[in-house]
């Protein structure tokens, strides 16, 4: 597990924190038997996806790369992932994986696990 990418340095972080970042991704990204989960927000446009534009650096045929699709529940209405599931946006070998996270809101709201699952199905 590597942290995830970042553009700008926080308060007491050095400047250069993305740039190291990148490195020890690339770094252990390059080993053959790593597994690449290319995290992205399903809310966002995938082209510009930092962490598949990494993956496809460090592993061109796409043979260890698994997209993974977060934030669906904050994807503006009228707008599909279907496309992108069915791996025809981007492909990659091994294709894509949706998942949605109980937010802050569910749980200042006490929502069990089985009410979120029953609101993913809708």
Avoid at 54 to 78: F, N, S, W
Avoid at 87 to 101: D, F, K, Q, T
Wanted: glycine share 10%.
């Amino acid at each position: 597990d590597l942290p995830g990418l970042t553009k700008v340095a926080i308060k007491g972080q050095p400047e250069d924190i993305a740039d190291q970042i990148l490195q020890i991704n690339v770094q252990y990204g390059s080993n053959p038997n790593a597994i690449l989960l290319a995290v992205t927000g399903a809310n966002t446009d995938l082209a510009s996806s930092d962490a598949l534009k990494l993956a496809r650096e460090l592993d061109p045929r796409g043979d260890r790369t698994i997209g993974v699709l977060t934030k669906l529940d904050l994807m503006d209405p009228g707008t599909d992932v279907g496309e992108i599931m069915h791996n025809r946006v981007i492909p990659l070998r091994r294709g894509y994986i949706a998942v949605v996270n109980r937010g802050q809101r569910d749980i200042d709201a006490d929502l069990s696990i089985q009410v979120g699952l029953r609101n993913e199905e809708r």
